[in-house]
Nanobody, 127 residues
Framework: QVQLVESGGALVQAGGSLRLSCAAS????????MAWFRQAPGKEHDFVAG????????LYADSVKGRFTISRDDAKNTVYLQMNSLKPKDAAVYFC????????????????????WGQGTQVTVAS
């Protein structure tokens, strides 16, 4: 069974940095589109960043552009989210998602296009 395991969430002061990791198992990682979503209390999953397997194309939500960086290491079956200049509004549970269906490459912002999800990791930003 495919597993995605996130780590790296923590409490951090505003302006600080965190790096989230998502390790995948039982997945041909190199041909999977990967993304990070986040969910604040009472809200739906919001797209944060995505990376396509075919051309390593990157996509970011406007709210994180210039502050967050998504990357992947196919040899380690791991995708990362480097988060800098964190703001209180970035606080949420962060989930990584893996998409095999073509929709994940064409419409990466749509959570329904992803086949597998991790359990989430909490990011708290103190002001």
């Amino acid at each position: 069974q495919v597993q995605l395991v996130e780590s790296g969430g923590a409490l951090v002061q505003a302006g600080g940095s965190l790096r989230l990791s998502c390790a995948a198992s039982r997945l041909t990682f190199s041909v999977v589109n990967m993304a990070w979503f986040r969910q604040a209390p009472g809200k739906e999953h919001d797209f944060v960043a995505g990376i396509r397997w075919s051309d390593a194309g990157l996509l970011y939500a406007d709210s994180v552009k210039g502050r967050f960086t998504i990357s992947r290491d196919d040899a380690k079956n791991t995708v990362y989210l480097q988060m800098n200049s964190l703001k209180p509004k970035d606080a949420a549970v962060y989930f990584c998602a893996a998409g095999i269906k073509p929709g994940a490459a064409v419409y990466p912002r749509n959570a329904n296009n992803y086949d597998y999800w991790g359990q989430g990791t909490q990011v708290t930003v103190a002001s």
